[in-house]
C-alpha cells in the first residue's frame, strides 16, 4: 500500500552514506512523492535547509560532525512548518527516534510513516486562551479554598479555649488551616482543571504535546512566595510566642513536681499541697515545673501551651497559663516516660475566686487542725503582719504581742478592754475604735477578703502571742 500525498521533500544529514541510503530505502517501500537530498556536513545541510526548504529533515544522531544543537537552533528559528527527527542507528539494528521517545522498531516505523499526516498544531495557547485558564482555574482555587476551610474548621480538632494563651495559638492555628487548605487547592484544583480542560480531544490523539521548556517568571514566583509566606509566619510565630509568655506581676506562683508517675502541685504562698490543679479564673498562674526523676511535660490541650519538666534542681521551667473559663479539665503527661505515661493524668479546676478561696482554706483546715497555727498562716498571707509585729516592737499598727486581755486607750480617750470581739471589730471595722497614736491606714476590706473562720483563726493566733 502506497501512500499518495503531494510531493514532500526529505533532507538526510549524516556523515555516513550508509545511514541516508538505509533511510531512503524504507521511505521508498512506503511512499511515492518524497525527494531526498542527503548532506553530509553542517554547513551543508545548513545551506541546503535555507536553499531547498525541505518538509521533514531526518538528522544521524550518531553522527558528530552533525552539530545538532546548532542545527536544531537554525531550525526551530525557521519560519517554515517543518518536521525533523533525530535518529539513531544502534548496535542491535533498533531504530531509536530522539523525539522523547524511545520507540521499538515496530513502533518507529509506524511513526515514519505517520509523520505526513501530522495537521498543523492546534494546540498553540494563545496569551487570551491562558488568561481564561488561569481566571477559571484561580475562580475555582478560591472556592476551594473556603470549602476546605471550612470544613477543617467543622471537625473542630481543638477543644475548648480555656486561657489567654490559648487565644493567641488558635489564632495561628486558624492561619495554618487556611494556608493547608488553600495549598491543598491549589495543587488539586490544578491539576484536576488540567486533565479536564487539556485532555487530548478525538482526534488529536497522536499529536505532540507543546514542547514547554523553561519559565524564569514562573520559578522565580514559586520561590519568592512560599519564602515569604514562611517568613511572614515565622514572624508571626514568634509574635505569638512572646504573646504567651507575658508575666503578670499579680500571677500566682504554683510548684509542679512530675515523678513517675504523678503530678503534685504545691502552692508556697498558702503552704498547701494538693493532687489536683485547683486555679481561680482570670488570674495568671506562675507554674514552675521540676521532676524527680525523668523528663514528663505538662500539657492541658485547653489551655494549648506545653512545657517540659526536667530533674534537676537547677532545671525549674516556667510556663504561663491565664485560665479564662472555669470548668474541670485534665492535666496529661505529653512526653513518654515510662509503663504508666499514659495514666499520668490529674484533674485542673478552674473555678471563680470566692471558690478558689474555700477550696484553699479547706485545704489549710484539712493541712492542719490547729486554729493558732491557721491563723498564723492567715495572718502571713493576709499582709497583716507587714503592719502589726509579733514580738512588741512598734510598725504602723499596734503590736500583737500581748495585746489580747490588756485594756487599750482609744484615740478619743476612753479605754477598753481587749477581748475577742474588740479584735473582731477592729480586723472587720478598723476606723471604728483606733489606738490612741496610730494612723487609720489599715484597709477596711477585711470582712471580704477573709472569711469569718479565718478571722477567728488570726484572733486565736493573736491570742496565743502573750
Ligand atoms: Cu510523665 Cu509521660
Known amino acids: 500500500m502506497r501512500n499518495t500525498h503531494p510531493v514532500r521533500k526529505v533532507l538526510i544529514a549524516s556523515a555516513n552514506p550508509l545511514f541516508g541510503k538505509g533511510l531512503q530505502q524504507i521511505y521508498r517501500q512506503r511512499f511515492e512523492a518524497v525527494e531526498f537530498l542527503l548532506t553530509s556536513s553542517m554547513e551543508e545541510t545548513l545551506t541546503e535547509l535555507e536553499r531547498w526548504q525541505p518538509d521533514l529533515v531526518i538528522v544521524d544522531y550518531d553522527d558528530k560532525t552533525i552539530h545538532r544543537e546548532e542545527f536544531l537552533s537554525h531550525f526551530i528559528t525557521g519560519q517554515r512548518p517543518m518536521q525533523v527527527m533525530l535518529v539513531s542507528l544502534r548496535e542491535s539494528g533498533a531504530v531509536v527516534v530522539y523525539d522523547r521517545k524511545t520507540l521499538t522498531p515496530a513502533q518507529a516505523d509506524e511513526w515514519l ?14 496569551m487570551k486562551g491562558n488568561a481564561r485558564h488561569l481566571f477559571i482555574a484561580g475562580g475555582l482555587v478560591i472556592v476551594a479554598t473556603a470549602l476546605v476551610y471550612l470544613a477543617l474548621l467543622g471537625v473542630n480538632l481543638l477543644p475548648a479555649q480555656a486561657s489567654t494563651q490559648a487565644q493567641a495559638i488558635d489564632r ?17 484544583v490544578f491539576i484536576g482543571y488540567s486533565l479536564f480542560a487539556f485532555r487530548s480531544k478525538p482526534g488529536t490523539e497522536d499529536q505532540p504535546g507543546a514542547n514547554i521548556k523553561g519559565n524564569n517568571t514562573l520559578e522565580i514566583l514559586w520561590t519568592l512566595i512560599p519564602l515569604a509566606t514562611v517568613l511572614v ?31 503534685v502541685f ?19 498562674v506562675l507554674l514552675k515545673l521540676t521532676s524527680l526523676d525523668v523528663i514528663h511535660s505538662f500539657w492541658v490541650p485547653e489551655f494549648r501551651v506545653k512545657q517540659d519538666a526536667l530533674p534537676g534542681e537547677n532545671l525549674v521551667k516556667e510556663l504561663r497559663i491565664t485560665p479564662i473559663k472555669e470548668g474541670r479539665y485534665t492535666v496529661m503527661c505529653a512526653e513518654l516516660c515510662g509503663g504508666a505515661h499514659a495514666n499520668m493524668n490529674r484533674p485542673v479546676v478552674v473555678v471563680s475566686k470566692q471558690e478558689f478561696d474555700a477550696w484553699v482554706s479547706s ?92 478571722i477567728r483563726d488570726i484572733i486565736e493566733y493573736i491570742k496565743s502571742l502573750k
Open 113 to 126: 510513516s505517520d509523520f505526513q499526516t501530522y495537521p498543523p498544531s492546534k494546540r498553540s495557547h494563545t
Open 172 to 188: 495561628l492555628f486558624n492561619a495554618h488551616f487556611f494556608m493547608i487548605a488553600l495549598l491543598f487547592s491549589l495543587i488539586t
Open 233 to 263: 509566619f515565622s514572624f508571626f510565630g514568634a509574635r505569638n510566642l512572646a504573646e504567651t509568655r507575658l508575666a503578670d506581676p499579680q500571677a500566682m506562683e504554683v510548684k509542679v513536681v512530675a515523678r513517675q508517675w504523678d503530678w
Open 266 to 284: 504545691e502552692y508556697p504562698s498558702y503552704g498547701i499541697k494538693s493532687n489536683e490543679l485547683y486555679l481561680p479564673v482570670n488570674r495568671q
Open 363 to 454: 485545704k489549710v483546715n484539712a493541712a492542719t487542725a490547729d486554729p493558732v497555727e491557721r491563723g498564723k498562716r492567715w495572718a502571713e498571707l493576709s499582709g497583716c503582719l507587714s503592719c502589726h509585729s509579733v514580738d512588741g516592737s512598734k510598725l504602723v499598727g499596734p503590736t500583737w504581742k500581748g495585746a489580747y486581755g490588756h485594756e487599750v486607750e482609744l484615740a478619743d480617750g476612753s479605754k477598753v478592754l481587749a477581748d475577742e470581739a474588740y479584735l473582731y471589730a477592729s480586723i472587720v471595722d478598723p476606723a471604728s475604735q483606733m489606738v490612741k497614736g496610730y494612723p487609720n491606714s489599715m484597709p477596711a476590706n477585711y470582712a471580704d477578703q477573709l472569711s469569718d473562720e479565718q
